[in-house]
């Protein structure tokens, strides 16, 4: 999984309630991107990184945010969490070898009750 | 908006045969266009990618095939096994000056059968 892990790798929560999801990387990547990936939508992006506490929005932003304080973790926080928000979320790095190139992290199963 | 179509859905080859995914893109300012691998549990794995100046290219059993004036690009696996048996996602990067935006099609399952 090209260096990257996260944290925790499954979460049941209740509606309302704060949840942090963690990805760390090892390999001095640029880039960090946080998606989301749901059946019949493949994969979307939330929120992403191009270097330390400089972050951008994805097509799906609303109800997440995000913070990079250091270049190897990248945190994804739901404020309050909603039974939408049940889904995979997958971290993913690029920028070591060119940067358009991105490596998946192994995801986070998060069921929102 | 969906920006990257992705056909067909579900994908069933017998092994030896050729599996083909197409994908078709909206947007002209795309520079960039991966196929990923999804086993199930697992994340997405880049198999391989190309740039809009390149009309084909080849790793081992899989080529993709660009139609930059069709907006379209497609997938062949040759001689597919039941270890392809998996999902595939196109996809379409966006870069513009720090911006990185990665844009996926719904995804392909393919079954091979042995």
């Known amino acids: 999984d090209a260096g990257i892990t996260q944290s925790p790798r499954h979460k049941v929560t209740e509606t309302g309630t704060p949840v942090t999801l963690r990805c760390h990387q090892t390999?001095?990547?640029?880039?960090m991107y946080w998606y989301r990936q749901d059946p019949g939508h493949g994969l979307r992006l939330i929120h992403y990184s191009y270097g330390v506490k400089d972050t951008d929005k994805g097509e799906v932003s609303d109800g997440y945010s995000v913070s990079r304080s250091k270049t190897e973790d990248f945190l994804l926080t739901l404020e309050s969490a909603t039974s939408s928000q049940t889904s995979v979320y997958f971290c993913?790095?690029?920028?070591?070898?060119?940067?358009?190139?991105?490596?998946f992290g192994p995801g986070t199963r998060l069921t929102v009750l | 908006q969906q920006q990257v179509k992705q056909s067909p859905q579900s994908l069933i080859v017998q092994k030896g045969g050729i599996s083909i995914i197409n994908c078709a893109y909206e947007n002209t300012a795309f520079d960039y266009f991966p196929w990923y691998q999804q086993f199930p549990g697992k994340g997405p794995a880049l198999l391989i990618a190309i740039r809009p100046d390149v009309s084909e290219k080849k790793e081992g059993r899989f080529t993709i095939s660009f139609n930059k004036s069709a907006k379209q690009f497609s997938l062949h696996i040759m001689d597919s096994q039941p270890g392809d048996s998996a999902t595939y996602f196109c996809a379409a990067l966006l870069s513009s000056g720090s911006a990185r935006q990665l844009t996926f099609g719904s995804g392909t399952q393919l079954t091979v059968l042995p």
């Open positions: 993913a790095i690029s920028g070591l070898a060119g940067d358009s190139e991105q490596f």
């Open positions: 390999e001095n990547h640029r880039y």
